[in-house]
């Protein structure tokens, strides 16, 4: 079974405008971590944000906030004001408890219009 | 320290030939992870490191596929007899131990077998 799903291989969002990046997960360990990637074409994986199955409340890094709904196993991405430097391919990934593993979705194309 | 650094950037070789990788992490970081992503897809886990142990290897990560780091400091992935299969991007990403850190990546090998 599919870990994580990104069910939207390519968005477009104006610029400035916010937009929000899906993201469902499986697991039935209760300890679990969700990350956020950003790919650019130069192909290096940058860390985004980051949310902890206990962590009372959505994380947020600058203009990037996860909405973590627990009971819907869903971590979407949402980044306000975008910016042209904002197209790249993003990831969503999971790290189970007990494991350094990341299993990845297989990534959203997001393309910034001026 | 300018981050995760890997050799070659790119590799073209015959099928059937040796390769071999190199990663030098974070000079701080005691983990270090190699991860393969094809076209398309997401990274795949390999295998990953803390200090010189190799703690988790994947099943992707057949007899033909070797991974050290000795002295706990830079790391080699060697593949033997490759394969057209084995034509990916090849990831190394280095973390401290501290939880709900996001792994640094570097930028990558990319390998074509032809």
């Known amino acids: 079974a599919q870990k994580i799903t990104q069910t939207q291989p390519g968005m477009f969002v104006q610029e400035k405008e916010a937009v929000t990046l899906d993201c469902t997960y499986d697991t039935s360990d209760p300890s679990y971590g969700l990350f956020w990637y950003k790919q650019p074409s130069s192909g290096e994986m940058i860390f985004l944000i980051y949310q902890g199955s206990y962590d009372q409340q959505n994380a947020t890094e600058g203009r990037y906030s996860l909405n973590f709904q627990k009971a819907r196993k869903s971590a979407n991405l949402v980044i306000s004001a975008s910016q042209l430097g904002d197209s790249a391919m993003y990831f969503c990934a999971m790290r189970e408890g007990g494991s350094e593993k990341l299993v990845f979705g297989k990534g959203t194309k997001l393309t910034v219009n001026p | 320290d300018t981050g995760v650094s890997q050799n070659p950037r790119h590799k073209i070789t015959k099928r059937g030939q040796n390769v071999t990788f190199r990663c030098d992490p974070i000079?701080?970081?005691?983990?270090l992870y190699w991860y393969r992503q094809t076209l398309g897809q997401g990274p795949e886990f390999l295998t990953y490191f803390q200090n010189e142990a190799q703690l988790e290897k994947s099943r992707l990560l057949s007899d033909r596929f070797s991974a050290e780091r000795p002295k706990g400091s830079f790391s080699t992935l060697e593949i033997q007899r490759t394969e057209q299969g084995d034509s990916a991007m090849y990831l190394c990403?280095?973390?401290?131990?501290?939880?709900?850190?996001?792994?640094?990546f570097g930028s990558g090998t990319r390998l074509t077998v032809v």
């Open positions: 000079s701080e970081h005691n983990r």
């Open positions: 990403a280095s973390s401290p131990i501290l939880p709900g850190y996001g792994y640094t």
